[in-house]
């Protein structure tokens, strides 16, 4: 497993995150400014518990999403899902605090569990067993994997399988490597609540003679409406799932600024050349139109297919549908700085009432983390050095 500073992917190891940010006066922040008006979180009178009776603030919190080698591991890999908190963005900073009082998150290998869960890689040809083991869980799960094929019974439906994986049991699924591409996975049991909870992740198959970029990155995206994990909580809140009324929008789990965050967030970082890709997952239930600032890049794979070279062009925004992957490619070759990277949905990029946040993350360039505007950004995110 691999989580270095930045995105999933290729970013940064700590020791190079600090010798490029040694002269921004960054060590020691503590993240305690505000732009705009800050928000508050949800109070009520109700006890934050969950459904088995646990207190919420017993409950362990979610880490980022680890990049998990199947293939180092012989082929397989056991995951897990129990009840924890998810600190979208824990601070007082841009219009936060938002958090998701429970949600329930996957974990890999009795590794720790997180919002989105493990990222899965493995190579073409490589099929793996994956393990759904509840066997200290609480509620039924199944695990579906898109755009795979497998057979009938590895599909991870209930209804037209007839397996459902319950508490106190294990079950095994083969999912073969066989459609290279980035693709989606998710509990598919009760989907419209589980999902919502947080139970989904990536699961990337790369191609036979797989050429990686210089800088590779994993991006899944997310629209929450938090009166689920809310009411599972404990509060006294209606959840219907006829009338989503999404207010939380978050990359790999958190919102700006929190997504800025070194360790616990997911800044792109790029030395000025780099040749760099980006694996985009919409895991939630609406359309997010991304775009980057400054950069062009071209879409390069949909839904785990790769795009003819006549059909790839160079562009800004690309719309992402609920489920559907694309892989983004672009060069590092502007004006070395610091570029926004969000949805053009600008409803998206708000924590409450407050621009900036939401749906918001960054392109950084290395040269630039040195730089006074960099550590400002690093106290908005919360990065203590």
Known sequence: MSNPIGAPGDGLSRREFVKATSTAGILGLAGCASLGDSGTRPETNQPRTQ?????????????????????????????????????????????????????????????????????LRTTEGEDMEVTLDLTDGQMPHTIHFHGVTKTWKNDGVPTTTGITVQPGEKHTYEIPANVPGTHLYHCHYQTHRHMEMGMYGILRVDPKGYEPADKEYFMTLRDWDSRLPRQFAGEDVTYDPRNRQPDIFTINGKSAPRTLHPE??????????????????????????????????????????????????????????????????????????????????????????????????????????????????????????
């Open 51 to 119: 459904n088995t009776g646990t207190p919420a603030q017993d409950l362990p919190t979610t880490s980022p999403p680890e990049v998990v080698n199947v293939d180092e591991q012989g082929n397989q890999v056991t995951i897990q899902s129990q009840p924890a908190r998810h600190d979208v963005h824990p601070l007082e900073t841009m219009g936060g605090p938002v958090e998701l009082p429970q949600v329930w998150a996957f974990s890999a290998d009795d590794g720790p569990p997180s919002v989105p869960g493990p990222i």
């Open 264 to 385: 616990k967030g997911s800044p792109i970082i790029v030395k000025q050349g780099d040749s760099v890709r980006v694996h985009m997952v919409n895991a939630g239930y609406m359309s997010h139109p991304m775009h980057i600032h400054n950069h062009r890049f071209r879409v390069v794979e949909k839904d785990g297919a790769q795009i003819p070279d006549a059909a790839v062009h160079e562009q800004d925004v690309a719309n992402i549908a609920p489920g559907q992957r694309q892989t983004l490619e672009l060069d590092a070759t502007v004006d070395p700085g610091i570029y926004l990277m969000h949805c053009h949905k600008v409803n998206h990029v708000m924590n409450g009432q407050t621009y900036p946040g939401g749906m918001l993350g960054g392109i950084v360039y290395e040269s630039v983390m040195d730089t006074d505007i960099f550590a400002d950004l690093m106290e908005y995110a919360g990065y203590e050095g």
